[in-house]
């Protein structure tokens, strides 16, 4: 009997992602939060403004980074679903020398015009200790900036060429030395801002160091390879990530906006609040972000291969696994409000107000979590205007009146702009994408075949399927003949020289009828590693005693398919194969 396969694959590689993705939210979440840490417990309220200050900085890196680096991941992905390989590392390679290129040129002017960033920043040298404090950290800060970039864009591109366990060991480890030196240049030192700046780009070297065997070793896609910059793909690689990347240029605007606000209504002490509340929101938004990003190659790879079901099934599993992850963390921070700022250094008689912010922003925990994971889910589908509509509503079209508004009550109460924007963009958003979103395209849906085998009684029935499949979507008989010819080969060679007596083998077989009359196959399995285009006919002996019937099949299937691309894909074996009309 012939069965659909709904999540037998699905689940299973999502989950392969997912817990790489979350150990290394975790450690990137504590690396984050421990400059604020470290320095409020040494320098009290001045050093936890001068991080808070200090925040545009970072949301101008993470424009740049996440532009780049999640756009050109997605495009990765998808280039690698419809099987070209060769244009999938030339877009790795651009991008890393842009993310270089852009890194160094705002080091360089961040350096040579610092009088001028801090001024933008919102302190002036009247502040002080502050302004010393805010004008060390930003410095080294933006000096590193091509190494931070790094970091983040070589871990996802490892994500995406299924090497997610590197990815999070180098993750893990960098933000282990990060958290680390902290404690040695800051704590023990006492070097201030300057230590805690050092640290966190130094723990960033570390796990680019640690990357390196991933990308030079064989066997895998991603490669250092010369190519010629084109700018055309970089924009259009960046304009897919600006859905992301734009959110940090408004909350750039954002965090220049609600610093002065703060400074005017509490002064040092209410940006203070401010950076422990944004600080220990890690512990929770991390633990969204690392469940999106555990979906976004998966989803990537199913809309190259225009499988909207398998792309709605990964977005169901990672609003299901984020929900939970980060709703339990925002119990635990919501509970243990004071112990958290007391570990962050703020004083006793500001503790109660820091619970009290804390608390307000766990309220809006779950609609947080799910505006990330849609965001993040439209955006690896190159929905553009869906993942932007939503990323400018809760950074910044929502956002700003929201901050405005509450401002206008007090200090205490600005803190519920964060539960109302979220709640106010998922309701908006849900109208808008009802109304305007992309439908869904029932004719693509119609031009795909998927069909499950466990053994080879099924072939027979397989091949009738796909015939009348080819029938309906095709006029050259010729092509039909050929498509059919293909499945059998691919699925008796999997079957017969890798799958062994495997108890739950299968092999799930996709066929796709393009509108330009061609036609693509997926194959997705369980097998031991095997790649079917391995096989390799040998001359006949005068008995027949050397002939492989599977690799005559195979050689045939090779010089008529139009394109062709073996990989492993978390954990099993994936095969694209190309065949023109």
């Known amino acids: 009997m012939i069965r659909r396969e709904k999540d037998y694959f699905i689940s299973r590689m999502f989950h392969r992602l997912l817990i790489p993705s979350l150990l290394s939210s975790v450690g990137f979440a504590l690396a984050d939060m421990m400059d604020s840490i470290v320095l409020g417990q040494r320098m009290g309220e001045v050093g936890l403004a001068a991080t808070n ?39 790795f390679n651009r ?47 933006m000096a590193g900036s091509p190494v931070l970039m790094l970091n983040v864009i070589l871990s996802n591109f490892l994500r995406n060429d299924n090497r997610e366990r590197l990815a999070s060991i180098g993750f893990f480890v960098g933000n282990m030395v ?41 066997g895998h896609i991603l490669r250092l390879t010369p190519v010629k910059m084109d700018c055309a793909e970089m924009f259009s690689c960046f304009r897919t990530g600006f859905s992301t990347s734009v959110q940090h240029l408004f909350r750039l605007a954002f965090f220049l906006l609600v610093n002065r606000l703060l400074m005017e209504l509490s002064s040092e002490s209410g940006v203070a609040i401010f950076s422990v509340v944004y600080s220990a929101s ?42 939970f992850v980060g709703c339990a963390a925002a119990v635990v921070v919501f509970l243990f409000a004071q112990e958290i700022c007391w570990i962050f250094g ?31 889910y439209y955006q690896a589908k190159e929905e553009v205007a869906s993942a932007f509509f939503i990323t400018s509503l809760r950074s ?73 499949f080819c029938e309906r979507w095709q006029t050259d008989q010729r092509q039909g003949h050929f498509v059919t010819m293909a499945v059998e080969e691919i699925a008796m060679s999997i079957l017969q020289k890798a799958m062994g007596k495997a108890a739950d083998g299968r092999i799930r077989v996709t066929v796709v009828a393009q509108e330009n009359g061609e036609f693509v196959l997926h194959f997705i399995d369980n097998a031991v590693k ?3 285009f391995s096989l390799k006919s040998v001359r006949v002996s005068d008995f027949f005693e050397d002939l492989d019937v599977n690799a005559v099949g195979m050689m045939i299937v090779r010089k008529k398919a139009k394109e062709f691309l073996y990989r492993q894909s978390q954990g099993f074996n994936s095969l694209m194969v190309r065949i023109g009309n």
């Open 178 to 218: 990060d958290f680390s030196l902290n404690i040695l240049l800051v704590l023990v030192l006492d070097l201030g801002t300057v230590g805690a700046a050092v640290s966190t780009v130094t723990g960033s070297g570390v796990a680019i160091l640690l990357y390196l065997p991933g990308i030079f070793a064989k």
């Open 530 to 532: 095997f790649d079917p």
């Open 95 to 141: 991008i890393l020398y842009a993310a270089i290129f852009l890194g160094v040129g705002m080091g360089l002017l961040a350096n040579l015009f610092p009088q001028f960033m801090l001024k933008i920043l919102g302190t002036t040298p009247d502040d002080g200790a502050l302004y010393s404090a805010c004008g060390a950290y930003a410095r080294i800060l």
């Open 282 to 323: 890690f512990l929770i938004l991390y633990l969204f972000n690392g469940t999106a990003e555990a979906a976004q190659p998966l989803v990537s790879t199913f809309a190259g291969e225009s499988s909207e079901e398998d792309a709605r099934r990964v977005r169901t599993l990672s609003l299901e696994w984020g929900l």
């Open 396 to 468: 910044f079209f929502i956002l700003i009146p929201c901050t405005l508004l509450l401002a206008q009550f007090g200090a205490e109460w600005i803190w519920f702009m964060y539960p109302l924007t979220e709640l106010l963009t998922l309701l908006v958003f849900a109208v808008w994408h009802r109304l305007f979103g992309r439908k869904r395209n029932l004719l693509a849906t119609e031009r795909r075949l998927r069909l499950t085998i466990e053994d080879e009684e099924q072939i027979g029935q397989v091949l009738e399927k796909v015939t009348q």
């Open 53 to 91: 200050l200090c925040l545009p900085l970072y949301m101008l890196i993470n424009a740049v980074m996440d532009g780049l680096g999640i756009g050109g991941c997605v495009r990765f992905s998808q280039k690698l679903g419809e099987g070209q390989a060769e244009a999938a590392v030339q877009c």
């Open 346 to 376: 703020v004083a006793e008689e500001l503790r109660q107000s820091g619970a009290w912010a804390l608390r307000i922003f766990c309220l809006g925990a779950g609609f947080t979590g799910v505006n990330t994971i849609l965001e993040s």
